[in-house]
């Protein structure tokens, strides 16, 4: 299947500073993207849909301010976390889309601490 | 949008046994449903997945049915092993667009 690599996959950070996550899509282009942020022992609640060229689009009630997307190439999408706080540490992941068959291959995740 | 809810939030089965997860969802127009396991710190992997013009897929142990009608589907899995324990999460889609998660099921095998 379709790879989606992501980096890091662990950072641990001041609060106030800002931390940058990568997504790649490796073997095929990736027009949306999607981020995901994730709770211990709960699902994965969706974040935004990150569209290369355009502004994403961002999920009733997460900030755009706070979580900023980047789609800048058909392979790369970033997501950074702004003057981070402890209430954000959580589990990041991305993922993309084969815009052909639908199936959604996943990064292999940030885990981000705030300290 | 789409509300995908998934039953039940636990799940444990003795070596052998058979798991069912159940999943519901509102959106009619969704057309693909996948399943995803996720082992603890790692990235949900797709174990299966079946689009709306389908009713049943198997594959080996595992098989997910689903009615359109009723909008629910469901994962199976047969002759449970221990490394099946694990957190699995269904999902509706239109393709090319977003995935709507259910909440997860974390099942656990007794050996």
């Known amino acids: 299947g379709a790879v989606v690599s992501q980096h890091p996959s662990w950072v641990i950070c001041k609060s106030g500073t800002s931390v940058k996550i990568e997504c790649r899509s490796l073997?095929?282009?990736?027009?949306?993207m999607f981020w995901y942020r994730q709770f211990p022992k709960q699902s994965l609640m969706l974040m935004a849909t990150s569209n290369e060229g355009s502004k994403a689009t961002y999920e009733q009630g997460v900030e755009k301010d706070k979580f900023l997307i980047n789609h800048a190439s058909l392979t790369l999408s970033t997501l950074t976390v702004t003057s981070a706080h402890p209430e954000d540490s959580s589990f990041y992941i991305c993922s993309a889309s084969g815009h052909y068959t639908g199936e959604l291959f996943f990064g292999e995740g940030s885990r981000l601490t705030v300290l | 949008g789409e509300n995908v809810e998934q039953h039940p939030s636990t799940l444990s089965v003795q070596e052998g046994d058979s798991a069912v997860i159940k999943c519901t969802y509102s959106d009619s127009a969704s057309n693909y449903f996948p399943w995803y396991k996720q082992e603890l710190g790692k990235r949900p992997q797709l174990i299966i997945d079946i689009r709306s013009n389908v009713g049943e897929k198997k594959d080996q142990r595992i098989a997910v049915t689903l009615n359109k009608t009723a909008k629910h589907f469901s994962l199976h899995i047969t002759e449970t092993q221990p490394e099946d324990s694990a957190v699995y999460f269904c999902?509706?889609?239109?393709?090319?667009?977003?995935?709507?998660f259910g909440t997860g099921t974390s099942l656990t095998v007794i050996p």
């Open positions: 999902a509706a889609s239109i393709v090319g667009n977003q995935f709507y």
């Open positions: 073997d095929f282009q990736a027009t949306t």
